[in-house]
C-alpha cells in the first residue's frame, strides 16, 4: 500500500498491482489502481514460485494496459520525489530496458568481479543455453527491484522468458541458489541482449543494503 501510495502522491501514472489476499490489501480508492490477485496467475512449486510469479504479473500489466513506457518496483520500493514519463524516456536513453547497477552487498566485500564469478556460476548455467560470460568491463550485476522499459522491450524479454519459466520440469536452482526473475532479467540484459539495458544512476534504485 504504501508502494500504491508513494506512485499516486508523486506522479500521474497508472498503477497496476499484484496482490494476495485483495480483502487484506485494501486497495486504495482511486480510478488510476488496477489489481491483480497472485492466486490468479500461473502456479509453480519451489522456492522461486513466488518471484517468477512477478514476471507473469507483468505480462498480465502488459494485457491491462496501453502504457509505452513502464517502471517495475519492487513492493518495498518507493517514489520519493516527482516523477514523470519524460524523465523515465531521458534515463532510458533509448534503450529498452533500464537498471541500477547493485555495486556490492553491504558488508561482505563484494565487487563486479565477484558478481561475475556468481553469475556465472548460477545465472549462466540455468539460463545461458552455454554461452560464454561477459568481459568484467561489460558486465553489469543489474538489481531489478526498479526497473524502467519500454513496451516493445518488455515485450520481447517475456516471449524469452515466460516459456521457460513455464516449460515442465524446468528446476530453477543451481546448487544451493534459486535462479528467480533477477536473473532472467541478468542474463538477458547481459548475455542474450547485451548492451540492450541503460545503467541507471544510483538514485534510482537507492538501498541502504548496497550504498
Known amino acids: 500500500r504504501g508502494a500504491v501510495r508513494s506512485v499516486?502522491?508523486?506522479s500521474d501514472f497508472e498503477v497496476f498491482v499484484a496482490v494476495g489476499d485483495p480483502q487484506r490489501w485494501r486497495v486504495p480508492s482511486n480510478p488510476r489502481v488496477t489489481s491483480r490477485t497472485v492466486a490468479d496467475l500461473p502456479r509453480r512449486q519451489g522456492r522461486a514460485a513466488p518471484f517468477l510469479r512477478k514476471l507473469?504479473?507483468?505480462a498480465a500489466c502488459l494485457v491491462a494496459s496501453r502504457a509505452e513506457r513502464i517502471v517495475l518496483m519492487d513492493a518495498d520500493a518507493r517514489f520519493v520525489r516527482r516523477i514523470d514519463a519524460a524523465a523515465v524516456d531521458a534515463a532510458l536513453d533509448g534503450h529498452p530496458l533500464g537498471m541500477s547497477e547493485q555495486p556490492t552487498i553491504r558488508g561482505s566485500g563484494m565487487t563486479r568481479a565477484e558478481f561475475l564469478q556468481h553469475y556465472a556460476r548460477h545465472s549462466l548455467v540455468?539460463?545461458?543455453d552455454g554461452a560464454a560470460a561477459p568481459s568484467l568491463q561489460d558486465f553489469r550485476f543489474f538489481n531489478s527491484g526498479v526497473l524502467l522499459a519500454r513496451r516493445n522491450g518488455l515485450e520481447a524479454f517475456l516471449a524469452w522468458a515466460l516459456p521457460r519459466i513455464d516449460a515442465p520440469g524446468t528446476t530453477h536452482q543451481v546448487g544451493s541458489?534459486?535462479?528467480?526473475?533477477q536473473d532472467y532479467l541478468q542474463v538477458w540484459s547481459n548475455t542474450v541482449r547485451p548492451g540492450s539495458c541503460a545503467t541507471l544512476p544510483w538514485s534510482w534504485n537507492h538501498?541502504?543494503?548496497?550504498d
Open 8 to 10: 499516486l502522491e508523486h
Open 56 to 58: 507473469h504479473a507483468l
Open 126 to 128: 540455468a539460463l545461458g
Open 177 to 181: 541458489h534459486m535462479i528467480a526473475d
Open 207 to 210: 538501498c541502504e543494503h548496497w
